[in-house]
């Protein structure tokens, strides 16, 4: 069997909800030059959750309310317990799509 045959890519239908859960942890300044790529992108229905992993101070939350200032696609979950893991599932929790 081909690669072809074998991996099936679903690409999402312009009108189709999509949601980006990007786990951080401390990390405000790399979320602050890859935000705007992310947002950059001309999908309709576009949502971008960042998760602060255990933070160790607000910058990134601070970060966030700064960007999401009228833009409505981006918002802020706290993970206060460490881990990708844990992030990735308050992520996907946050998720409605």
Known sequence: M???????HRVA?????VTVVIASS??????A????????LD?????????DSAPADD????LVDELSTG??????????QPGRARA???GLDGART
């Open 88 to 90: 990735r599932n308050r």
């Open 13 to 17: 239908d312009p009108g189709e909800p």
């Open 71 to 80: 833009d409505p696609r981006l918002s802020y979950l706290c993970e206060p």
């Open 43 to 51: 999908h309709p229905e576009l949502r971008v959750i960042v998760v």
């Open 59 to 62: 910058a990134t939350a601070q």
């Open 33 to 40: 030059r890859s935000l705007p790529a992310v947002l950059a």
């Open 26 to 31: 401390n990390r405000p300044g790399v979320l």
């Open 2 to 8: 081909s690669d072809d045959a074998s991996h099936h």
